[in-house]
């Protein structure tokens, strides 16, 4: 057969780099075997057969996976730019993410889901979006932005926007709300990320029918099967808090492997530093029995599968040239990782350089804040609280007697009973909503955050309304962040410049602000772990 | 939580159909489970659950599964309408083919391809439609039609036309032949069909590169495989001929099933009679001790899947409600075929009416065909003929010695020496062209037919003249068709008349006309076991 020689090139015969000497992980054949992979233009080309190359790269017997993909993440929980996330999970392994932007969404609107869109071009890292459908998440709060299925109109050409993001509001979509239903419409083939802690039967049935396609917050085998045989995929999910992996994992088996991916939803930069990212929970699965194969496929080509991504997630002819090397299937220590064919970091290091970042607005329209905002007058004898129950989301609610006569509440350190102020930052409506908390265990200063779910207002705790207003003007001062004051001092603080939400620093200096600030709150009293995650 | 009268109905409680008592074949998780499958608006609402519905079907605990796809079938192969077609299909389970029109698209071009879409329209199949790439095969024959990739734009926005059917010109790819890659270029992201058998190393790299996204003729564990690791699905195909699924059945396994797929390619009307259509495959599997989820996810879910068909291919809540009932997982008896939520079929028999069906031009344009036109002048004292090898479409050339010393050269059923004419039909170019063949073994009369791959002109041999233009008559006659001619007497004859291809009989009168057409060919001397399918 006569082959000219464009052809020979397409073959791979005169490739850009060809990786010799390794054992690839086969995703599509389910093996792992010797190869050489030959790519080109950004795209793999050839393998196993005998190439010629630019440049060639001995492996050396390593391993060759696909690029990893986290099919659910909310990049504004690892509280770093697009940039510095990618500079922090791409040496892990990690090419490609799937965002929901619910939390800038909520702040910024479509000029957030915006920043996601043009942050990503020029980094090795594929950030695909989901439009989030829940923005506000409730009525009952005052958020940045409300979005309806014609303000995503503008959005639906982009490749990168892939679908809807996680509807949350499951009762609403059961009752089939016009405006959710409208937004569902968009995307009439999916994907749909679905979104339903507990939900079960009749209601589960309905919500499903109505489009949600995925879910990610099942806890057990019994609620994942369920969901599963109705048709979900299922999201094994590895968040800083939420952690799911292992109660679900005993579900997988080789006949319905394909319809599970893995996702961290939100994980803090904590969390990354320490355990890493979804390569992370490869190595669980795989420590937990899981065969490397099938472990690997849930971070690669079933993702991408569910998303219908074409020729990506796996190692093989015409596919973009993701890829990671690792030295063996247990430990998976990443050594190199390539991105549209180029290598792009090398022993967990990020070898691509910074690129200018979109800004976006950090909304703190919050006119003259002072102590009189945080009064709050004696309405009885009795208070209502709020009682926090460490490392759970729920809250007790409780009822406290008040055992001075003062005309005006605050909060009595003796019985850990502080206030807590929300500060609407969004419209400048001079809203505060004041209400107090057992558990916090501040026995001076206060603490304040802008990163306070789903809303995003200006979030307070303290001991005395001064060290309150303090660590709140300290918030609106750094256009965002995380503040510890004590005695009219700012002890510690983090910058989130980026919608309140996000800094520009790199992953090591942010989660060290975040262990310092959770030191000073320690020495504060506070009985919290993790105050910033609570608040 | 509140739920709406409209939301319940969504969820099934007031479904159209329920099934009941029935073990589900769960493509999704993996499983067969006890279930109730509810049914509402052509879709499945609700598995597991309590619901009330307008008809409940109690199943006796029998087998329910998603209704089967053929991944690649040439319908005109069977002989029949797609009518018919359907007709003996769809009580086998068979709800979705996808079919290339290779055949019909190489006599009559676009309006062959629109035969299939518009004929789809009211019977219980899902046609989906893949495009063929090569109209004409061969430029060495004169087909009835040449299709470019500008000739394909006007059914490019048809849902029922999926992709580009099988690539069979490989040469021309791996050149990357200007007029296939305009072809290619019309499904970027796929399908496309390969068709590349033996095909391996840089020159099958390079095809694949191409893009063609799938092998069907694949015949052996060490070719699949590498097929597989370089990107193809497999289909598995059991054809009436080529029969690949055993050989290829061993290289399955729980890590890579979801990448192959089941076809027929080409079965004859005795053929879906005896073994049936893609149901038999499953049966086939299941015998050869693959699981039976694992065996039926291969004729729904992974085809699908592969061909991004949209919530079909499992009985899940969503998916269009497309379900075969049988009574076990070992002969898979059939006794119920749903489709879109309404039961088209019982006890192998079909329920459906028949739709009219478009006309199709059936090109006969061959004026006065007469015994001169078969005429050969001797041109030496050797003669070139084919060698037929029984069973095989491969042939031997071989050289005779002409023992007479007439001055044209006629048979000699002495020596099985068959003279063979191909009579173009199409654009009435008036060719003949004239071979002779060894292996047949006519000794009296003549047979032909107007079905020839792959541009299907009229094929005839014969012990005389007389007989074949006899034959080649009758076939102009009938618009098609094949017949057996001896003495001057049509001894049996099948008419053909859609596009000289197919007919409008059931599959058994069919199927009997073919029985009858070979035993008269036998009566006559004919070697051949199904000389129809040779010529």
Known sequence: MAVGDEARQAAGEQADLLLANCNLVNVLSGEVHPAEVAIQGGKVVGIGDEYEARDTIDLGGKYVAPGFIDAHVHIESSLMSLFQFARSVVPLGTTTVVTDCHEIANVNGLDGIRYFLDASRGIPLDVFVMLPPCVPSTELETSGARLEAEDFKPLLGDPLVLGLGELMNYPGTIARDARIMSKLKLFPRGPVEGHAPGLSGLDLSSYIAAGPESEHEATSVAEASEKLRKGMYIYLREATRARNLLDILPLVDGRNSRRFCMCTDDRDPRDLLERGHVGSMVRMAVKAGVHPVTAIQMVTINSFSRFGLFRKGAVSIGYDADIVVFDNLEEMNVSMVIKD?????????????????????????????????????????????????????????????????????????????????????????????????????LSSGAIASSVAHDSHNIIAVGSSDEDMVGAIEQVIRMRGGFAVVAGGNVLESLELPIAGLMSRKPVEEVAGKLKSLNTKAKELGCRLEDPFSVI
């Open 341 to 441: 064919g180029k290598i792009v970091a090398r022993e967990g290091k990020a070898l691509f350089p910074e690129v200018p970042e979109p800004d976006v607005e950090s909304k703190f329209h919050v006119a003259h804040f002072g102590p009189s905002r945080l009064k709050v007058a004696r309405g009885g004898d009795r208070l209502r609280v709020m009682g926090l129950v460490e490392d759970q989301i729920l809250t007790n609610s409780l009822v406290m007697e008040l055992t001075d006569r003062n005309e005006y509440v605050q909060s009595d350190v003796g019985r850990d009973l502080l206030k807590l102020a929300v500060v609407e930052r969004h419209e400048g409506t001079g809203n505060v909503g004041i209400g107090f908390v057992k558990g916090f265990g």
